[in-house]
């Protein structure tokens, strides 16, 4: 098993107040953890729900 490569999302303040990192976990699942706490856990989703959560966001926040 190799350790996940977390990225900051471009969503991410530029201050780094609100850091979201996001990484592929596997073929399937991505990863969600606040980069100011990166040893707090993540959160999982299917990657049809991470696109989904995507679209949304985007659509929101342009």
Do not use: N
Request: aromatic share 4%; net charge positive.
């Amino acid at each position: 098993m190799t350790l996940p490569i977390w990225r900051k999302s471009s969503y991410s303040d530029a201050q780094g107040q609100d850091c979201v990192e996001v990484a592929s976990l596997d073929k399937t699942r991505i990863g969600l953890r606040d980069s100011k706490h990166p040893t707090r856990g993540h959160l999982s989703l299917p990657a049809p729900s991470f696109r989904a959560l995507l679209s949304t966001v985007r659509a929101t926040h342009p």
